[in-house]
């Protein structure tokens, strides 16, 4: 099992210019989540599926569209990037929501100018 | 407020020292709380899990909650230089909620 694989690992974007996240999962998990780790915030909640077709906003979900269209992916969009945006990425999964371990990925570094 | 505080460090400690680390959550309602090791440039990796109340322990390391005071404590007993990571505090309803993370160097 590859588990949750993230691309790109680094990305540099310039204001205004969109693009999206890729992250993929092989374990058959129904949770998946996305989130951004700044200094001394920890980890932020963007947003989350419980399922394909299935998603909703997590903390700080402003800037970000995501949709799930099947199982395995879930595609993290960045509308127009600002330099807020700056940050490290990471995609998660796990089989349930309460109580259930999440697997993370490596994580995608972007930078937007 | 923030659902888990958590002090950000960094903690420096020699080998072989107790490293303790801290959290304190809002809600009384969260029953799961997790321990995540994040080692640099990579994702977090579940350390520790722990149910409701009480201690639990493999092999150095010890998590605690105390649900009276809402604190959640993890121990690292005899540190190695391995042990050096951020470490980070989740409590889990429906999501996962973090505390900041405290990066602790274990010094050779």
């Known amino acids: 099992n590859a588990g949750v694989t993230q691309t790109p690992k680094f990305q540099v974007l310039k204001t205004g210019q969109s693009m999206t996240l890729q992250c993929a999962q092989d374990?058959?998990?129904?949770?998946m989540s996305w989130y951004r780790q700044d200094p001394g915030m920890g980890l932020r909640l963007i947003h989350y599926?419980?399922?394909?077709?299935?998603?909703d906003q997590g903390e700080v979900p402003n800037g970000y569209n995501v949709s799930r269209s099947t199982t395995e992916d879930f595609p993290l969009r960045l509308l127009s990037a600002a330099p807020s945006q700056t940050s490290v990425y990471f995609c998660a999964s796990s089989s349930g929501l309460a109580g259930n371990e999440q697997f993370f990925g490596p994580g995608t570094r972007l930078t937007v100018l | 407020q923030k659902e888990v505080e958590q002090d950000p460090g960094p903690l420096s400690v020699p080998e072989g020292a107790i490293v303790s680390l801290n959290c304190t959550y809002s809600n009384s309602a969260f029953q799961y709380f997790m321990w995540y090791r994040q080692y640099s440039r990579k994702g977090p990796e579940l350390l520790m899990y722990t149910y409701s109340s009480g201690n639990k322990e493999d092999g150095r390391f010890t998590a605690q909650v105390d649900k009276s005071s809402k604190y959640i404590s993890l121990f690292i007993r005899d540190s190695q230089p391995s042990d050096s990571a951020t470490y980070l505090c989740?409590?889990?309803?429906?999501?996962?909620?973090f505390g900041a993370g405290t990066t602790v160097t274990v010094r050779a």
């Open positions: 989740a409590v889990n309803d429906y999501k996962l909620s």
């Open positions: 599926s419980v399922g394909a077709g299935i998603t």
């Open positions: 374990m058959n998990h129904e949770y």
